[in-house]
């Protein structure tokens, strides 16, 4: 604490990030990166576009790849906002399209920087709880709201709302922004960029961190109606005229250049998700089900933390969250084939020890 801290800085309870860890030979499955390098396609590009112009400002609107971007989703580049990872564009949505004295509405089990940036902010919030089964509900989102946000799939649940439940949603909340997070729709959900030409108010935020590859360079982006996006802008050219470099353009515009190596590391993750899922049922766990790259499990007999400091023994480093309805499951991100294998193994060796 310091006596020159701000009131807001001494109020804050900041996010806390998947732990990056510097130990030997280890299976990281705890920060659902993907398993696979980005596109040799996007190497190649960021290494030509590593020369003497780097002395220059980037473009501050990055119109090459938000063209690309829109032409992808059969959008008009005036309908997409670009930013340093969809943590970044996360932030400029709260501040520039939320009501802030009436509650934004989350649920209770979720991406936790959503709390955070309504700490940062001074934005009302409320938090809607999941079902029993963890499933989001939209009905219970027909309330009082300055605004509606979650994840689809949600993180760290990997349940996915399907787009009919979220056009129901939009059709009748009607007076605010409604912002459909969607970091690990590419691994098997249905995204609701299809409908942004029809409902003014939705909002559709994604990162190139997951299914590209691509959590080392930062890019993210929104796609909504036109007079969302001159918002973001407005905030965004009051805090950083500059926010993607030249680099980071290269790589994205080069990684939705590459569409069969996206399908094929997609199809690969998810086929992975799919074996891991059916061997860690067999060994009793409770998994739910995902259409993320990631899975979340629990065991009726071991606690999750003990299931977590034994497979960190072993060298594989897995995320659990110590909060209220989920202390007992373990959320493991995808890896390889042989990483999962791995994990099996191990798993198999601390519950049916010999």
């Not at 009436?102 to 709390?115: A, E, N, Q, T, V």
């Not at 935020?205 to 890019?219: D, I, N, Q």
């Amino acid at each position: 604490m310091s006596k020159y801290w701000s009131e807001v800085v001494h109020k804050l309870n900041p996010y806390t990030p998947g732990e990056q860890p510097k130990m030997a030979r280890l299976i990281k499955l705890n920060t659902n990166e993907n398993p696979y390098p980005p596109s040799p396609r996007v190497l190649a590009a960021i290494q030509q576009a590593t020369n003497a112009d780097l002395r220059l400002y980037p473009d501050p609107g990055s119109e090459h790849l938000r063209s690309v971007i829109a032409n992808y989703h059969d959008l008009q580049a005036n309908q997409v906002f670009v930013g340093n990872s969809s943590d970044e564009v996360l932030a400029h949505v709260f501040q520039a399209l939320l009501k802030h004295q009436r509650p934004l509405l989350f649920p209770d089990i979720s991406y936790s920087f959503y709390p955070v940036y309504c700490g940062l902010y001074e934005i009302a919030h409320r938090s809607v709880p999941l079902d029993a089964e963890f499933q989001l509900n939209v009905e219970d989102y027909l309330q009082e709201n300055g605004g509606i946000i979650f994840a689809n799939p949600n993180a760290p649940t990997g349940c996915a709302v399907p787009l009919e439940k979220i056009e129901f949603l939009l059709q009748h909340n009607s007076d605010s922004v409604v912002v459909i997070d969607e970091a690990y729709v590419d691994f098997g959900g249905e995204t609701a960029i299809a409908l942004i030409d029809r409902y003014p108010n939705l909002l559709v935020v994604h990162t190139l961190s997951k299914s590209r590859s691509l959590a080392g360079l930062r890019v993210g982006f929104a796609a909504g109606h036109a007079d969302l996006i001159a918002g973001l802008n407005r905030v965004k050219n009051s805090f950083n005229a500059y926010p993607l470099d030249r680099l980071a353009v290269a790589g994205a515009i080069a990684a939705f250049e590459d569409q069969d190596y996206f399908l094929q590391t997609c199809q690969a993750v998810m086929a992975t998700r799919d074996r891991l899922a059916t061997d860690m049922r067999d060994l009793g766990f409770e998994v739910l089900p995902s259409a993320t790259n990631f899975i979340f499990a629990r065991h009726p007999r071991f606690a999750a933390e003990e299931i977590a400091m034994n497979l960190r023994q072993s060298g594989i480093i897995v995320r659990h969250f110590k909060l209220p309805r989920i202390n007992e499951f373990l959320r493991i991100s995808i890896g390889t084939d042989e990483e999962s294998a791995s994990l099996v193994s191990a798993l198999k060796l601390l519950l049916h020890p010999a």
